[in-house]
């Protein structure tokens, strides 16, 4: 990942040069972990508080939890976890990994306290109020926070990132249909172990096989990906009118969903011509230059064997989404192959660069307007 020195010609939040106080909500967990590596040495971030469950409450944060990052940072170490409550928890940008089962009421807690919250769950993401972002494709969608303030009459916002399947293929897609229009897309995921969080799936029924089941992750990739490639208005958005049939399949792959896709448009589109929007696509400018953002959001490859999560999945930092295969379809018009890291481009990284375009927009506490 990206990040300018935080000294002398670097980033900062004030005057004084401070970087903004922030807390991990379900730092303990698989998504939570990453949250903690990608913001250790953040030039506009610092993890202030961790928490997580009654379980790990009052625990020194690296006794409460199993670490698979590779380096503790010290100072994190020895933070004491706290219940996710916030009464407790005083910072007022939130990232939270948060499980399903408690991150709908837990977040809104926060928002109500004047907490802007960055969600990994899925409860509020297809909520009219909310914005479902992935920045360099929708940035203009955040703006629906103002309608959130307003009709829930709290001071904080919640703003979510997709799915970590539905971020691989709407980074994909998303080029391809503000070019072409997409009318169909037929897609097979492969999604890595560490999207199931940990322990997640027993090391038994993954090991030499596939499972053909993700729980309700079907139904989030056909919902999440029309969401956010639609259309913003007065009244919120409208989804992308593509009709998605999806097969989501986990695989022994520790870190990487890779998404076999089809796909079909309005009028005939060749390799050549998709392949062409897919490489000259640069994002959103509001991202261009934040720490967290990759030089390039997508990157196509021309070999015939990749992507591969073994040798692709950290590009840009694991921000940025590795698309290759691209070649003409007897069904539809093309098919591709795309790969994103899960727990950095489809969870923490993604929450942290939504955090940075709220900033950036001069919609996050603590940060001057056109500081960054
Ligand atoms: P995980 O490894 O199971 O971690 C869950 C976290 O939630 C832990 O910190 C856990 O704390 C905390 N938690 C559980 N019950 C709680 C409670 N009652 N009160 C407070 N905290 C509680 O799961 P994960 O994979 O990191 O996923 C976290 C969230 O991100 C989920 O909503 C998931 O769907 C979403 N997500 C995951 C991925 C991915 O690739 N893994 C990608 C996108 C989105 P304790 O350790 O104290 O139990």
Known sequence: MRAKASGGGGWSSSPRGERVPVAV???????????????????????????????SAGRPYAEAMTWHEGRLPPEVAGLTVLACDPRLVKSKVVFSALDASVAGEVEQAFAKAGAVVLSNAKNHRMDADVPLVIPELNADHLSLIDMQREKRGWSGAIVTNANCASTVVAVALGPLHAAFGIRQALIATMQAVSGAGYPGVASLDILGSVIPYIGGEEEKIEREVNKLLGTLGDGGVTPAPITISAHANRVPVEHGHTACMTVGFGRPVTPEEAVEVLTGWKGHAVCEGLPSAPADPLVVRSEPDRPQARKDVYSGGGMTTTVGRVRSDPLMH??????????VRGAAGGSILNAEVLGRMGKLPGVAQGAW
């Not at 093309?334 to 727990?343: D, F, K």
């Open 334 to 343: 093309i098919r591709l192959v795309a790969l994103s890291h899960n727990t």
């Open 25 to 55: 909500l379900g730092a303990t967990g698989a998504v939570g972990q990453t949250f903690i590596r990608l913001l250790d040495g953040h030039p506009l971030f610092e993890i202030a508080e961790v928490a997580a469950s009654e379980r």
